[in-house]
């Protein structure tokens, strides 16, 4: 029996050792950390979108990190006649952000998302002053990673589409017919 379980042993550890070099790329989370972002989510997104939403909205959030493009130009607005273009991608300190987030949730007892929710919301105010985060930027900026969750929703058409509870599709594909038509209830 011991030389049994000293090969599953051997064979488990085997099959390990490949999956130990795996290295995430700069734009991915750990499985771990998106666990805490959806428990965010839950935090500071709307409640009525319930948690099919939030995930949605996590998800979607998940695809602009993953798809950043460094370098790209940006509008550079009215009267602003310097082009900027996009940064390094803001991963990596969304990394950092999240363990420290979850870090001060374990120095109250416990994860992030089983903290009440008064407590959870005094972690994320003093994160945000910390990063000094007074505005919801335009777009994500990186400065932290709650502001820029935030700013990439509530600027999506799917939150303006909830703030008017329509299907009104801003930034998004639309017949000029359609404009001309009351958008149906979501």
């Given at each position: 029996?011991?030389?049994?379980?000293?090969?599953?042993?051997?064979?488990?550890?085997?099959?390990?050792?490949?999956?130990?070099?795996?290295?995430?790329?700069?734009?991915?989370?750990?499985?771990?950390?998106?666990?805490?972002?959806?428990?965010?989510?839950?935090?500071?997104?709307?409640?009525?979108?319930?948690?099919?939403?939030?995930?949605e909205a996590v998800d979607n959030f998940l695809r602009w990190i993953r798809d950043?493009?460094?370098?790209?130009?940006?509008?550079?607005?009215?009267g602003e006649p310097r082009l900027v273009k996009s940064g390094p991608t803001p991963?990596?300190?969304?990394?950092?952000?999240?363990?420290?987030?979850?870090?001060?949730?374990?120095?109250?007892?416990?994860?992030?998302?089983?903290?009440?929710?008064?407590?959870?919301?005094?972690?994320?105010?003093?994160?945000?002053k910390a990063a000094e985060v007074r505005n919801l930027p335009g777009r994500p900026?990186?400065?932290?990673?709650?502001?820029?969750?935030?700013?990439?929703?509530?600027?999506?058409?799917?939150?303006?589409?909830?703030?008017?509870?329509?299907?009104?599709?801003?930034?998004?594909?639309?017949?000029?017919?359609?404009?001309?038509?009351?958008?149906?209830?979501?």
């Amino acid at each position: 029996m011991k030389r049994r379980q000293a090969l599953k042993t051997l064979a488990t550890a085997a099959a390990a050792l490949p999956l130990s070099r795996v290295r995430l790329r700069a734009d991915e989370l750990p499985a771990d950390q998106v666990f805490v972002l959806r428990d965010i989510a839950a935090t500071v997104l709307p409640s009525v979108m319930g948690s099919k939403g939030q995930n949605e909205a996590v998800d979607n959030f998940l695809r602009w990190i993953r798809d950043y493009k460094e370098g790209v130009a940006l509008s550079h607005g009215y009267g602003e006649p310097r082009l900027v273009k996009s940064g390094p991608t803001p991963a990596p300190g969304y990394t950092r952000q999240l363990v420290a987030l979850q870090q001060a949730a374990q120095s109250r007892g416990g994860r992030f998302g089983a903290l009440p929710i008064e407590a959870r919301r005094e972690l994320l105010d003093a994160a945000l002053k910390a990063a000094e985060v007074r505005n919801l930027p335009g777009r994500p900026d990186g400065k932290h990673v709650v502001s820029d969750l935030m700013s990439h929703y509530f600027r999506s058409s799917a939150a303006n589409d909830l703030c008017y509870n329509a299907r009104i599709g801003r930034n998004t594909y639309r017949a000029i017919r359609v404009t001309t038509v009351r958008p149906r209830p979501l």
